[in-house]
């Protein structure tokens, strides 16, 4: 397995505050994704990361925002979390011109 | 408008028999499809994947086929087992893309049962 950890992974948090998801990875791949998974709809793409400091928006980026100050790391910051954002979050990594990705644990966050 | 299609939510399959996963896509710019299968609070782990210049990739009991004419792919599982009892995602890229995204569909959830 790919050496992808995500913290918490576990979160349960009021409407309106801030949370940041951590992902962190020992594999030294240029790009890191967010996703989340709802039901019935699979997995969208929040915002990935190209290179450290280099980020891009996803299918679905609004209300997120993304750093990556560190090859290793690439964290996702919900500024005001409402209860739409309750989900599944993934990250995952790959290497240069490659399409596979490979996935983290997932954290589950509660917006309540 | 969802450019990868999933239309089966779930498969039901006896052991030892073939699983087909069904995934259909409308971007014609898309030339790289992979499989990803998926168990309960675990993440999504790559299967398998087919290039556009082929249409069909084998890696032992996986078979992936793709129909480009048809914008259609399907994953075979011989022979089936409960092992492979998961929800599977069909996910669909092109090298226009530079940034190596991915679009996935919703997910068949598979059961083997034994």
């Known amino acids: 397995d790919a050496g992808i950890t995500q913290s918490p992974r576990h979160k349960v948090t009021e409407t309106g505050t801030p949370v940041t998801l951590r992902c962190h990875q020992t594999?030294?791949?240029?790009?890191m994704y967010w996703y989340r998974q709802d039901p019935g709809h699979g997995l969208r793409l929040i915002h990935y990361?190209?290179?450290?400091?280099?980020?891009d928006k996803g299918e679905v980026s609004d209300g997120y925002s993304v750093s990556r100050s560190k090859t290793e790391d690439f964290l996702l910051t919900l500024e005001s979390a409402t209860s739409s954002q309750t989900s599944v979050y993934f990250c995952a990594i790959s290497w240069d011109i490659s399409y596979e990705q490979y996935f983290g644990p997932g954290t589950r966050l509660t917006v309540t | 408008d969802q450019q990868v299609k999933q239309n089966s939510p779930s498969l039901s399959v006896q052991e030892g028999r073939i699983s087909i996963l069904n995934c259909d896509y409308t971007n014609s710019m898309f030339d790289y499809f992979l499989w990803y299968k998926k168990y309960p609070a675990e993440g999504p782990t790559f299967l398998i994947s087919i290039s556009s210049i082929k249409d069909k990739n084998e890696d032992g009991r996986f078979t992936v086929f793709l129909n480009k004419s048809a914008k259609h792919l399907s994953l075979h599982i011989v022979p089936s087992q409960p092992g492979d009892s998961a929800v599977y995602f069909c996910a669909a890229s092109y090298s226009g893309a530079g940034s190596y995204q991915l679009t996935f569909g919703k997910g068949t959830k598979l059961s083997v049962i034994p």
């Open positions: 594999e030294n791949h240029r790009y």
């Open positions: 990361s190209y290179g450290v400091k280099d980020t």
